[in-house]
């Protein structure tokens, strides 16, 4: 058995208390945005692409067994950054999960800017969209 | 030689410029996405709701008179602003984009018929193109585009070539927003008037910069936005000849812009009522005025100097940075620097750059055919105003490199 959606958001709050300042809260989300796992070309497809005014988001998901399990991808380092802690709290949960799932880690570690700025990066579209998948399967 | 300005002093008078964004002194280089407002501008606002607020022009009391008076005061102050020969050629619309709106519903709809040509510009923003592409299918006539070269200049012997007598209107802006070219708009109307053509100038992004005469250029038609020149949002201003406008259609109906109005039938309105129905946006237009004034008051001269300064400035130091490629390299150039750097999202950029409280716009500038042009998925764009200082550009300089530092 996995960590919960939960556990997983009480981790990513405890990883960015440890920095004090802006520069190196940022440093560390670029650094998870280098490290996300590449996405296989094959599934960055017109139909998974989300569509932000200023750059483009790529969203994969599949059911494995009873979890759904996401993949993707971004042109912009910072959004990368972002989508792998979504990815991370919300790849490999089951449907009702992330349908009931509370994002509140990104409020919590500063970081709802990015999903406030709805034209710009296609974030706040891609979290729908991983709902509507998981809602989808299930 | 111009005179200096007085750099403090200008900066005083705008009240936004003094905050800390994210713990950092503010610096503001989003000029061509809207300038900020000097404190004459905020007073003659709170003033107008405070003391003045009323409906105008039919109204026959003192507010109303007042209101009325101040309202049609700033007209006056446009017309001698662009040197329009008369007041009623002065049409308050929204902003840049209801104005050519406007003119393409209007002038579009009664003159450009199944087969004809309208001309716009590779350099164009959305706004002035989409509106043409709407009535170009809604008439079936052809867009066709003025190319333009690597540095950003657009190819004129392409724009003569393209010139025949079934091109009706010729759409262009004075600068670009996304690279800053100013482009050479009297020779364009020179040529476009040999074939009969129209011309409307999309002024958005120099009336902030460059002195606007419309009867030297021979203007037929001039757009822009009271809130690219320190002045409210929601007021744009539409300059058109008198024959021309006379002859065109009304565009919206409702009050103000009739004369008599019976089941039988409605009389329209003079100019420029005929293209101003409802109420108007009373309180921005009054403030718009005191924009005007403000701006007017400092040589002119001075504001250029001050420009020219920022610009030179800008490119000389962002050129030093390794893998950085300013786009738009045209001679002819208002003070905005766009740039790319290899290897790196433009929106990365004005997100960290945010974080030491710069205020940079990323992206395609509403341009996407320029940006297809050049193979880019948009731009940086930093976009200077008089009020900007060089020390400002260091700062900005030095936290896009700590900016690259952090992304690379």
Redesign the interface.
Known sequence: MGKSINEIQEELIEEFGLFED??DK??YL?DLGKKLAPMSDAFKTEENVIKG???RVWLHAEKQGDLVVFQADS?????KGMISMLIRVLSNQTPAAILAADLYFIEQIGMSQ?LAQTR??GLVSMVKQMQHYALAFS | MADKLNIDQIRADFPVLHQQVNKAPLIYFDNAATTQKPKAVIDTLLAYYEQDNANIHRGIHTLAERATTAYELTRKKLASFLNAPSTDQIIFTSGTTAGINLVAQTFGRANVEKGDQIIVSNLEHHSNIVPWQMIAEEKGAEIKVIPVSNEGVLDMEAFKALLNPKVKLVAVNHVSNAIGTINPIAEIISLAHEVGAKVLIDGAQSVAHLAIDVQALDMDFFVFSAHKLFGPTGVGVLYGKREILESMPPYQGGGEMIKEVSFAGTTYNELPYKFEAGTPNIADVIAFGAALDYIQAIPAESLAAQEEALLAYATQKLQAIPGLRIMGTAPEKIAVVSFVIDGVHPQDIGVLLDKFGIAIRTGHHCAQPLMQRYELVGTCRASFAFYNTLEEIDRFVLCLEKTLQMLG
């Open positions: 802006w520069a940022y440093e670029i005014c200023q750059s042109e912009a380092i910072i959004v990015h710009s990066n």
